[in-house]
């Protein structure tokens, strides 16, 4: 075979059109081995002679795309030092830009003898291990446009590959939970339909099954469990595993893209799935633990762990720093994904020990040409010392809002005393984001995500029911701040089944409509349920999966109703926070940007955030405003709106603010149903208001009326919820 010296950069198997060079880091490695594999498993040794910088390379040309590959690295074998090279142990490269097969769990992918941690193991893991894959990089984009759409117009979806087209009956069989399912037209139709301006895929990096999972007859879905940061995941490919699941992801990413929708990846940077000392030996824990992990100080047999998985990545090396921004680089110049959300992200700003906002990590993305330029959302937080950190993040970063979460539930759950904060989350949560020069869409809002209770689940229990994840109900989160409507779990009562159906809609028409980035979970527009259980993660199967069969076709309309709503009127979507102060208006008086009204129609005062009322309130938004453009430059002025909230579980009566604000009010959502298609309505009219309710009033105008919003508040209203949840029949005047 012939092996010339090649390149030190790029690290990994690149194929230039002619031949294949190979490059690996490992700075403690005595001798390293390209390891190179046959169809029927006879793998054949090169020895990687040439070194620069402590870059182990070579250039093969004769190797081509669909060439299978590992590498044996030579080395101390000292745990106590952080030393664990083991010849023995096939090793999947870190720069895999694609991977072939799965961990076949045994004794030989570990580097200790069962028992005894400290031992070495030297069963070779060749025939245990996942292949690296020789790709090819090129691909038609046919002219692939980057959609680019602003924050401030932004509707994110999250989703997963699988769990979203699995069961879905529009979609050939062959392809479900695959690429190329989130590609065809019923997944791309629907987005459309709710407005979704950007996908939110769940892991796609290649991940491992836990062994343990599999022992239970369980596996690890979602996915938060990488192995290779390069490396498409192969299971969620339906044309094959030898560089196939490149190009279906980019097939797929293309078709996202034609219909106006970016992809953005769940990243998980923070550990790897080699977990700590009792892990596996899989691949950077073989090729220079020291380097890509974060060790005891005292005892470096040990992982610090900041993410409760077993280990932490070593953001304070170098080598690990150019792995991560190496990965993103690549995500988004080969496979043109439009932004990330960072998993864990403060243990990335740990470098030394407390998480530090002016960390390299941040420093590099900041200067970045190329990861600078898209989106950049942080789950603000892990497990370890300080590790809470909503709103600390850089200014050209965004944060899932679990401030905003948390707050939106109790408010709707009834409880007292959130109504100050309530108002905070609603506008953009300026408490959290103003100080650091940041804009509200610095905050993407949510009420549900993968991990908890889906939106139907929140509605519909107290407590979490997952005893199929066979931990006896230890894992998952205990303080879910759901309200289950009356009733744990599935019931025939119709008047739970209203109430559960009206305070979804409360929950998704609040979310739309506040200053922000809205994030919806997939399914939850669905009516989607797990049955109560709150920690899916290892649940691939009909628990986890969205019944396409069984929708709530009613709230499918209102939420598409209510996200058009947004999207019509900048009002919902301002690019500044609002300061309360008076707005000029070319005709009448000036009016504030923000005015929150008491029941009675009355301003409210400050000694009123903490009186009885506090499950009532209504906010005038200001149309006039804007202080937008619109894409040809035109200054934007829009309607006014009232938005009037009672999350007491009592009727009540509002009254309607005089006229200055507007002579006159059309109802556009009522998400109680009774005040569909009433009005006009004038100033000093008295509104009746359902019990845990929203309604949004729009100054009127001579225009014909959308029939969107109101027929669709309407429709959710008076059409029986479909009961998800397996249990009784209905009854037959549910039925009716």
Known sequence: MQVWPGSAYPLGATFDGNGTNFALFSEGAEKVELCLFGDRGKESRVELVDVDAHVWHAYLPTVHPGQRYGYRVYGRHDPANGLRFNPRKLLLDPYAKAVEGQVKWGQSVFGYNFGDPDSRNDADSAAAMMKGIVI????????????????AESLIYEAHVKGLTERHPDIPEEIRGTYSAMAHPAIIEHLRKLGVTAIELMPVHQFINDSTLQEKGLSNYWGYNTVAFLAPQNTYASTGQRGQQVQEFKGMVRALHAAGIEVILDVVYNHTAEGNQMGPTLSMRGIDNQAYYRLEDKDKRYYTDYTGTGNSMNVGNPHTLQLIMDSL????????????????????????????????????????PVVSQVKLIAEPWDIGPGGYQVGNFPPQWTEWNGKYRDTVRDFWRGEPATLGEFASRLTGSADLYEHSGRRPVASINFVTAHDGFTLRDLVSYNEKHNDANGEDGRDGESHNRSWNSGVEGPTDDSAVLTLRARQQRNFLATLLLSQGVPMISHGDELGRTQGGNNNGYAQDNETTWVDWKQVDLPLIEFTAAVARLRRDHPTFRRSRFFNGRPVRREEGAPLPDIVWLRPDGTEMEPSDWGSGFGRAIGVFLNGSGIRE??????????????????AGGEPIDFTIPTAQYSPTWDVVVDTAGNLADTGPHSGGDVIPLEGRSLVVLRDHGDEVPETGHSVAASLAALTAPIDLVPGPAPTAELRR
């Open 629 to 646: 453009r619109d894409r040809r430059g035109q200054a934007i002025s829009d309607r006014h709106f009232f938005i009037l909230f009672n």
């Open 136 to 151: 090819n990089p090129y691909f038609d984009w046919a002219g692939d446009r980057l959609p680019k759409t602003p924050y």
């Open 329 to 368: 680089r690549y995500w988004v110049l080969e496979m043109h994904v439009d932004g990330f959300r960072f998993d864990l992200a403060a243990t990335l700003a740990r470098e030394f020990y407390e998480v530090d906002r002016l960390s390299t990590f941040f420093e590099l993305v900041q200067q970045d």
